[in-house]
């Protein structure tokens, strides 16, 4: 799949290179140790044609102190930077929900690893200022600025004087992205948002992509989800609500958390001119090249629906429909266990439903249609979206 700017027709000067979540651990951390590069398979060279390269640095590359949170908390190894390097990736994200896994000492630790190895970052500071900063990048000749955020999950983001990262500041980011516009030929925003693991943004997020769209960005890209999700056109920019895992392994043999794409972009003086999907499975190897023409046929699938806020919605109510009063009751007895057994995460699980955006729209949306009766009330095709995405294992 190969985007073409109408406005933009001439060829571009410098290829981009965005992916997802990357994370040196689990059975991918081994592998790196015997061979860094080997998890990328045979997307190497598709890595390597690009000028420049981002990614999102999915934990601090140092061992440290792990800190209580809702979620799983985890560190790759400082030995493991050659799985960066080696590639070359030149950038990477940290306005992600596990980059202060470590804490502000592994954070430390993780920057000066990242600026020895000449890798540049953002999203992520000692403080609101500078973990809102974008990256300033100039590949061959083209100006670029990288915004980055995220929700701020587990009470993560940057205060003021506050160590953190880039939280939910859209108001400021619009602000940064359109004072851009005067200084760079192409500004680009990178979101790490939404509720994990299902195939349609929650309107939230959606609305927040169309209005850094609105603002200017040329292009908008989101992760975290853990699975792949579509695409559409707001403002007559290029929207992609979730690249997906990129290197990050997960046990659970589902497929479409096997599934990601990243995304090869065209720049010129004029902005972008271009943007491919390049879809990828993810094995126990590591990452391989997949058909991309089923995969054509996967996107199609879950892009159709983010033209109108109003099928996004839809989708939306399709998901809490699958989910439905069951899921809630496991989700609750499962943080009340833990609460018994531990409660400092037991606590920390309760607080991420209440303050971090995702889960606060997912529990305050679908405990609402449970009180209304309308739990149930959603259209078939949404409702079977999300059972594919829950249920299919790998090779069915």
């Not at 140790?33 to 640095?57: C, F, H, M, Q």
């Not at 587990?154 to 200084?183: F, L, S």
């Not at 806020?309 to 989910?323: D, H, I, M, P, T």
């Amino acid at each position: 799949m190969i985007w073409e700017n109408p406005l933009n027709k001439a060829p571009h000067r410098a290829l981009l290179d965005i992916s997802g979540d990357w994370a040196p651990i689990r059975h991918y951390g081994e592998l790196m140790d015997s061979d860094p590069l080997s998890v990328y398979g045979d997307l190497l060279p598709e890595l390597r044609k690009a000028d420049w390269r981002i990614t999102n640095l999915e934990a601090p590359l140092t061992p440290g102190q792990l800190i209580v949170k809702s979620g799983a908390a985890f560190h790759g190894e400082e030995k493991r930077i050659p799985a960066l390097t080696g590639v070359p990736f030149e950038a990477v994200t940290l306005g992600n929900n596990h980059t202060f896994d470590c804490g502000v000492e592994g954070f430390c630790k993780t920057t000066e690893l990242l600026k020895q190895n000449n890798i540049a970052y953002c999203g992520a500071g000692m403080d609101l200022e500078e973990a809102l900063k974008p990256l300033e990048a100039e590949v061959k000749g083209v100006k670029i600025a990288i915004f980055n955020f995220s929700e701020g999950e587990d009470r993560m983001a940057a205060a003021e004087n506050t160590p953190g990262v880039a939280g939910w500041e859209i108001e400021k980011m619009e602000t940064a992205i359109w004072q851009a516009r005067e200084k760079f030929h192409a500004v680009i925003a990178i979101v790490h948002c939404g509720l994990e693991y299902v195939p349609t943004p929650p309107p939230y997020v959606y609305d927040c992509f169309d209005r850094l769209a609105a603002a200017g960005a040329d292009l908008v890209v989101g992760h975290h989800p853990h699975v792949p999700q579509g695409m559409t056109f707001l403002h007559g920019k290029p929207v992609f609500f979730s690249l997906g895992n990129f290197i990050f392994y997960q046990p659970k043999q589902l497929a479409y958390r096997k599934l990601g794409y990243h995304l090869h972009v065209g720049v010129n003086d004029k902005g972008i001119s271009s943007v491919e999907v390049l879809p990828y499975q993810l094995t126990e190897e590591g990452a391989r090249r997949f058909d991309p023409v089923q995969f054509d046929g996967i996107m199609n699938a879950i892009s159709g629906c983010l033209e109108k806020r109003e099928s996004v919605v839809e989708a939306w109510n399709g998901f809490l429909s699958y989910y439905g009063v069951a899921g809630y009751v496991d989700e609750l007895q499962r943080i009340l266990q833990e609460m018994n057994s531990d409660a400092g995460k037991g606590a920390a699980m309760l607080r991420n439903r209440v303050m971090t955006l995702q889960h606060l729209h997912h529990w305050n949306d679908g405990l609402t249609r449970i009180v209304s009766g309308e739990i149930d009330k959603a259209p078939d095709w949404a409702k079977k979206l999300a059972e594919i995405y829950f249920t299919t294992e790998v090779g069915k």
